[in-house]
């Protein structure tokens, strides 16, 4: 069994920073991909970043140059650094890990607001 456990979310001003946090507890295999979905309300799930155990990361072209994603195999961990940070970026993130199965965190919110 797998669980995920995110953290970092909150409230930020347009133009400001956050950095999010997942660990992935249980039986991982080394090869894996994990990332961050986001869900404004209204809309669709998305994906907004992703990297695999070998280093290989995908970006969302709304947040390409403003998010970096990086993980720490180590650990089980990923992370999302969030910079110039807009409204529209406002939502539920989801982190996500593709181990021999799919399995989602519970959900961290992102409010970017003035």
């Known amino acids: 069994q797998v669980h995920l456990v995110e953290s970092g979310g909150g409230l930020v001003q347009p133009g400001g920073s956050l950095r999010l946090s997942c660990a992935a507890f249980g039986s991982i295999f080394s090869i894996n991909v994990m990332g961050w979905h986001r869900q404004a309300p209204g809309k669709e799930r998305e994906l907004v970043a992703s990297m695999s155990s070998g280093g290989i990361a995908y970006y969302a072209d709304a947040v390409k140059g403003r998010f970096t994603i990086s993980r720490d195999n180590a650990k089980n961990t990923v992370y999302l650094q969030m910079n110039s940070l807009k409204p529209e970026d406002t939502a539920v993130y989801y982190c996500?890990?593709?181990?021999?199965?799919?399995?989602w965190g519970q959900g961290t919110q992102v409010t970017v607001s003035s």
């Open positions: 996500n890990l593709v181990s021999g199965g799919t399995y």
